[in-house]
């Protein structure tokens, strides 16, 4: 008899597992801050040492202890006592602890472009058992490092890691990350080339990630695009200082972690664009008489302070260039809002800003099923000719036009109840969008029922400024033309053979056990 194969646990999974033996000193929210850290260091040195067999293989090895031919080639020079052989070499001692933050401190302090990226003083303070945080460190050195360079591997253990903790505590108790199926969707659409790319709220920095990532697929040069970007919580800034840094990413994410309602780290930025998730419906984001005079709000009502939605909204407003782009992530609720939200949102269509409303599927986020909106902003919808990465780019004017999509029947599952978009999808939904802003789209664009719509900002106004897709799309009735008698004289048939076969299993299942003697009747 062959033995059942046992399903093999992916690296996520036999770090999580690792990690969870930690619990008790440290909580499940804390797991991902033990863990990255430490893949940081085993990914910086499978680099440095690639790089130094690189060296020794050009005749350089003169020059392996030579930080400078090390930085050249974007790779981090680790000291000794920094590298990971040294790391594992003492994985048993009873100062393991403090020589990881010694480790950590030290590529830091060797490497200009980590500075405040790394945790201080971390490992130490947390009281881990040694033989648990030798088990965990194992786990880690069987990770090849450089297998996928495609690969986000600190996004991706960050996600997985964000995902188990919100699934292991409920609904709405873990941070909400985005989907990379959700931020390549919003890089398709607004073609993040050249210029500067600001997230007011970057988590990780997967936003900027992806982005690269897009320029690559594209054959962008990445050096033509700066990025800018603010995190109020402290251990998820230096996460993203990091993982830009292991990627050779130039960032300015402010001198620090702070608010951008209350601290501000780029109050003069005027970004090319702009790609950002806010944190859904928001509540005190200020207090009644805070943040009435911001400059951000000019031209508008002050946003209310029992949502912060448009506060997201008039802020990411606010540091658009003259021709910028918005892709950014909010509930539906801001679609329909009355009150102040509804004069704001009538303002920025009067002021031709809005460019595009998607509606996603539900359960395309690990920690929420909460219905959410992709809006499009433009900072110049007017007909103008441009170059875009080496091609000629012809917008028609856009002004008095809102395209609506949605794409609640879109998506294809994974991991059993999740929703993604294939790139398949993407790109058919990014050319789509396309079409609809450029010139020649009588040809290439049309309405299609139950997907998308271009509305005038008359029919907008006559629906009381309303922009919620379903509104303005045609949708089918799934009920025309069925002959009602035909259709219950099918279900009566239907209904009649199941009965039939439920009462043949029935005999079936008596005579088994009459047979073996124990009758049921």
């Known amino acids: 008899m062959a033995k059942k194969q046992t399903k093999q646990k992916s690296m996520e999974e036999n770090l999580w597992q690792s990690a969870n033996k930690l619990r008790g000193s440290v909580e499940p929210s804390e797991y991902k801050h033990v863990v990255l850290s430490l893949i940081f260091l085993k990914y910086a040195y499978d680099r440095f040492m690639q790089r130094k067999n690189e060296l020794i293989a050009d005749g350089k090895g003169a020059f392996v202890d030579q930080p400078v031919f090390y930085n050249a080639k974007n790779v981090f020079y680790l000291n000794e006592i920094s590298r990971w052989s040294y790391i594992m070499e003492n994985a048993k001692q009873n100062d393991i602890a403090i020589k990881i933050d010694k480790a950590l401190a030290t590529v830091e302090k060797d490497n200009p472009t980590l500075r405040g990226a790394l945790p201080s003083n971390y490992y130490s303070g947390l009281g881990l058992d040694r ?6 460190l194992d786990v880690i050195n069987d990770i090849d490092t450089l297998k996928d360079p495609e690969n986000d591997l600190i996004g991706r253990v960050y996600e997985y890691f964000l995902a188990k ?5 409920g609904k709405g108790k873990g941070e909400y990350y985005t989907p990379k199926t959700i931020v390549n969707l919003i890089a398709e659409m607004i ?5 500067k790319i600001y997230d007011p709220c970057c988590g990780s920095g997967g936003m900027f990630v992806q982005s690269m990532k897009f320029i690559e697929a594209h054959h962008g040069n990445k050096k033509d695009i700066s990025v800018y970007g603010q995190e109020y ?3 998820t800034y230096k996460l993203a200082k990091m993982n ?3 990627r050779g990413i130039a960032n300015n994410l402010g001198e620090q972690a702070a608010d951008t309602f209350h601290n501000d780290q780029h109050k003069d930025l005027k970004a090319d664009f702009i790609m950002a998730n806010p944190p859904f419906n928001q509540k005190s984001w200020r207090a009644e008489n805070e943040l009435v005079d ?7 009502e002050v946003p209310p302070a029992g949502n912060a939605n448009y506060g997201w909204i008039l802020n990411i407003v606010s540091k658009m260039s003259a021709n910028g782009m918005a892709g950014f992530l909010l509930a539906n609720g801001a679609l329909s809002g009355d009150g102040t939200e509804l004069n704001i949102r009538r303002q920025l269509l009067k002021n031709h800003l809005v460019e595009a409303i998607v509606i996603l599927p539900r359960n395309m986020f690990y920690s929420t099923d909460i219905s959410v909106t992709l809006w499009i902003l433009a900072g110049n919808r007017k007909a103008r000719t441009v170059e875009q990465n080496g091609k000629t780019v012809k917008y028609r004017n856009r002004e008095n036009e809102v395209l609506f999509i949605d794409l609640r029947q879109w998506g294809e599952p994974f991991e059993k109840k999740y929703i993604q978009f294939s790139k398949e999808q993407i790109a058919q939904i990014a ?26 900002l008359e029919e907008i106004e006559a629906k009381g400024w309303s922009l919620v897709p379903s509104k303005y799309i045609e949708f089918k009735s799934r009920d025309e033309g069925v002959d009602f008698d035909t259709k219950m004289k099918e279900l009566q048939t239907e209904m009649k053979d199941l009965l039939k076969q439920e009462e043949e299993s029935r005999k079936e299942l008596l005579n088994l056990f009459k047979e073996l003697g124990y009758g049921l009747e």
């Open 294 to 300: 911001d400059p951000r709000w000019k031209g508008y």
């Open 165 to 169: 903790f919100a699934i292991a505590e």
């Open 431 to 456: 050319e789509n969008f396309h079409n609809w802003q450029r010139e020649g789209y009588e040809q290439t664009y049309k309405n299609v029922p139950e997907y998308c719509y271009s509305a005038t």
């Open 233 to 235: 919580t402290n251990t």
């Open 244 to 246: 830009l840094a292991i």
């Open 191 to 195: 073609e993040p080339y050249r210029g």
């Open 131 to 136: 033989n648990k945080l030798a088990a965990l």
